[in-house]
T-cell receptor, first 114, second 113 residues
């Protein structure tokens, strides 16, 4: 089954404790992206990757890092989380074959930073 | 830079009522247009998309949307809603040569039985 998976689905942590949210897709998509969803703001892009070893900032990259060492994986790293990073995070992927812009979303990770 | 505006923040309807959600975008070039739906507690799913051709596109679950290029609009419609249509709806746009999607703020639709 074609899908995007994320782990963990729920995470409660404390300020300053480094964490990683994993994202994996099995559709051989070249494009992957991370979003955060906040009430009234819709989805805002954090980082994206056009292919292996190619990453770039989205609209709200501050406080986040990413890496793309393999085509299928695109982890999101919070080196020193802060309470304003409490949010719902979605990973998404897209490929030229499915039409640019048609993105497939993971189930989401609800992060709470205390 | 692209921007997407959704007219309604929250819409409350009764079952069998008609639904129309407005979406306008600002971008000077050729775009692809999407509506995504997020049911409570679930991830975003594609409802319908417009790449080119007939400006009236039909999606899943009886939804349709009309692209009006002159108005930079892509409004979503459903003639008769059901309780199961309760969800958040997002309009999204990208340039045809780009993967990056710009999302609207979303419209929460509540359908009362």
């Amino acid at each position: 089954e074609a899908q995007v998976t994320q782990n963990p689905r729920y995470l409660i942590t404390v300020t300053g404790k480094k964490l990683t949210v994993t994202c994996s897709q099995n559709m051989n998509h070249e494009y992957m992206s991370w979003y955060r969803q906040d009430p009234g703001l819709g989805l805002r892009q954090i980082y994206y990757s056009m292919n292996v070893e190619v990453t770039d900032k989205g609209d709200v990259p501050e406080g986040y890092k990413v890496s793309r060492k393999e085509k299928r994986n695109f982890p999101l790293i919070l080196e020193s989380p802060s309470p304003n990073q409490t949010s719902l995070y979605f990973c998404a992927s897209s490929g030229a074959a499915s039409g640019r812009g048609e993105q497939f979303f993971g189930p989401g990770t609800r992060l709470t930073v205390l | 830079a692209q921007s997407v505006s959704q007219h309604n923040h929250h819409v409350i309807l009764s079952e069998a009522a008609s639904l129309e959600l407005g979406c306008n975008y600002s971008y000077g070039g050729t775009v692809n247009l999407f509506w995504y739906v997020q049911y409570p507690g679930q991830h975003l799913q594609l409802l319908l998309k417009y790449f080119s051709g007939d400006p009236l596109v039909k999606g899943i679950k009886g939804f349709e949307a009309e692209f009006i290029k002159s108005k930079f609009s892509f409004n979503l419609r459903k003639p008769s809603v059901q309780w199961s249509d309760t969800a958040e709806y997002f309009c999204a746009v990208n340039s045809v040569n780009d993967y990056k999607l710009s999302f609207g703020a979303g419209t929460t639709v509540t359908v009362r039985a």
